[in-house]
């Protein structure tokens, strides 16, 4: 049969080409897919501003955005978020004990207290609570009448950070890691991240504290002295140990050029960003000389 027939003939051998391959999307193609994929998941209409044309998530904001601001505008706007709860602050209190003497605290919470956010349900970040109390300063330093009650809260947040960083075990850590210098890891810092049931800091955490806090505090301080938002009689002995140990802790760790973890960033490195507190922290400390 001819199908049996060998012809020593092959059929030619077609070369199937794969599809080329789609070019990477760009950063920003990707931002922009990742914006409106957040916008389809939100399920809110988009809003344009009269004003500026950009649009919003809803009219109570749109109708709030002005391309500049008059001081009528300004109280309009900050009444708006007052009313709505974007300045409300979730301050807590707890015992903290220093020099022997349990003291009730107030401090600032990482997150809402009423949610389930995990274990930060339960826990303060220092540099947060140092940022609350450095805006109620910034409010008050602006007018003293009409922010009294952020002016007394933020002395009240600047010296419970006081005591949170004076706590034995925190200042036995400042000593060690002085004496360890670049050796000292993450978890030999003084730490910044406290649970409410050990805001003395005994207990390890595992969290990283190669961070810019304890500096961002020491210089919240310098500056609320050298701006009189609190005196310099107002310091107790624990206090200036620990402001005394910030410029020796410094140069043991390596400063300006040690790897840390910035604001939260996973990967430890070199960061400018923490140069630029340190450095603002020993020009203030100089200044008040």
């Keep these: ?73 300004i109280n309009r706007l900050e009444s708006h978020l007052a009313e709505h709860g974007t300045f409300d602050i979730p301050i807590v209190y707890g015992n903290v004990i220093v020099d022997g003497i349990t003291r009730t605290i107030p401090f600032v919470a ?14 303060l970040y220092l ?24 002016g007394d809260m933020g002395r009240e ?25 670049r050796e000292a890891g993450q978890a030999d810092w003084p730490q910044i991240s406290l649970h409410f049931n050990d805001l003395d800091g005994n207990e390890p955490n595992g969290w990283r ?27 107790t002995e624990r206090d200036k140990e620990f402001l005394g140990f910030l410029t020796p802790f410094l ?3 390596g400063f300006p050029l040690y790897e840390n973890s910035g604001s939260w960033e996973e990967f430890a490195a070199v960061r400018t960003s923490v140069m630029a507190v340190e450095t603002a922290l020993l020009h203030k400390q100089l200044l008040l000389l």
């Design 209 to 235: 504290n190669k961070q810019d806090t304890l500096q961002m505090l020491g210089h919240l301080t310098f500056d609320a002295i050298d701006r009189r938002f609190i005196d310099v009689d107002e310091l």
């Design 157 to 181: 947040l600047l010296r419970s950070a006081l005591l949170l960083m004076s706590t034995d075990s925190q200042l036995t850590r400042f000593e060690q890691v002085i004496e360890m210098g």
């Design 110 to 123: 990482a997150t809402e207290t009423n949610a389930n956010h995990g274990e930060m349900s339960s826990m």
């Design 251 to 253: 140069a043991s760790v």
């Design 127 to 150: 540099r947060d609570h140092i940022q609350v109390a450095r805006g109620f300063m910034e409010l008050y330093q602006q007018d003293p009448s009409r922010y009294q009650a952020e």
């Design 1 to 73: 049969m001819l199908g049996s027939l060998q012809t020593g003939i092959q059929p030619p051998i077609r070369e199937i080409s794969s599809p080329p391959e789609a070019a990477p999307l760009s950063d920003a193609t990707l931002d922009e897919l990742l914006i409106a994929d957040l916008r389809s998941l939100q399920g809110e209409q988009q809003i344009s501003s009269a004003e500026t044309g950009d649009t919003y998530a809803n009219a109570s904001v749109a109708n709030h955005i002005c391309p500049q601001y008059s001081s009528r505008q």
